[in-house]
């Protein structure tokens, strides 16, 4: 089970919200999110899947902290996370809580996203976490090519 998480996060503001409300890089994120853990369950090169989309949007450089990010979860995780098919139109809860995550790794708190991590992954693989989600969340916030009313 996740360790206790504040109810101030981040999250509560994507939990079971349209896909299609969400802003461009939420959006990207819940894309990414689905095509990485339905291609790993295909076992299918998770990467080599999401390469398109990051390329498409000018995030390339940053697909492969994405995978670090995914990977620690699945590897570390402190609880199985259930994720949507790709093509579902709402959030889940531990979609949102990762979105809450990457939305921590851009806040004015720097502690922030480390207090989130904390409480989805083993202690040896926190700043991993973390440090991954910070680079997708800052380059998604200043480098993406996602524009208002676009999908990924």
Known sequence: MHRNISKRLTMYRYLERDVAEL??????????MRVWVGAATRAR?????LRPLFDRHGVADVLPDF???????A?????????APDGWKIVRDDEAILLGLFDAAVSPDPAAVYRIAAALVAD?????????????????ACGTTLRAGERP
């Open 23 to 32: 802003d461009p890089p939420a959006a990207f994120l819940i894309a990414a």
């Open 45 to 49: 090169c998770p990467r080599a899947a």
């Open 67 to 73: 995978g670090i990010v995914m990977a620690a979860l």
């Open 75 to 83: 590897t570390d995780g402190l609880a199985n996370l259930h994720f």
């Open 124 to 140: 040896d693989a926190v700043n991993y976490l973390a440090r991954a989600a910070k680079l997708v969340a800052a380059s998604l």
